[in-house]
């Protein structure tokens, strides 16, 4: 006589595999694989066709990008000292902005962008090279410039960047 499973439990299993499968599916498809940020709220950066503006900075992931709130400093180190100036964001469209650089070649800059959307956070930091200008990184696989920061910036991360900066240089 062979030990059988009752049919009701073979069900039962074979429904418990199914459901375990969709659900890790379903997974993968609403949270991703952690490579892209799906959802929520983060800025990206690519060339602006404005040849007055430094590059263009786009607020995607949220349903309305016109009401995102989006702002950028230069900081730097001239002579020694700290300085942080305002940069002027020109809006193009829903949600997009030209940022605006004097591509200042004296002393060490970083271009800070922060933006916010409904409490959520997302910001970037954008290396000027030594001659003023701004050169973006080539797009990964998912056409993002920047691993996208889905938070405010802070003063370390400033500090830390121009340090890098400046050691290079």
């Given at each position: 006589m062979t030990n059988r499973m009752?049919?009701?439990?073979?069900?039962?299993?074979?429904?418990?595999?199914r459901f375990l499968g969709a659900l890790t599916a379903l997974t993968f498809l609403f949270v991703g694989t952690g490579a892209t940020p799906l959802g929520g709220f983060h800025l990206r950066a690519d060339y602006s066709p404005n040849d007055d503006a430094a590059f263009t900075v786009r607020a995607t992931g949220c349903h309305e990008p016109a009401k995102a709130s989006v702002s950028?400093?230069?900081?730097?180190?001239?002579d020694?000292?700290?300085?942080?100036?305002?940069?002027?964001?020109?809006?193009?469209g829903k949600g997009?902005?030209?940022v605006m650089w004097d591509g200042s070649s004296e002393g060490t800059w970083v271009l800070a962008i922060s933006g916010s959307y409904l409490g959520r956070d997302a910001s970037?930091?954008?290396?000027?090279?030594p001659d003023g200008t701004v050169r973006l990184p080539e797009p990964d696989r998912y056409g993002y410039r920047f691993s996208p920061?889905?938070?405010?910036?802070t003063s370390s991360d400033i500090d830390a960047?121009?340090?890098?900066l400046a050691s290079a240089g």
């Open positions: 009752p049919k009701s439990m073979q069900h039962t299993i074979a429904f418990r595999h950028g400093t230069a900081e730097g180190i001239v020694g000292k700290r300085v942080s100036k305002k940069l002027a964001l020109k809006s193009t997009v902005y030209d970037l930091l954008v290396n000027v090279q920061m889905l938070r405010a910036l960047a121009l340090s890098k």
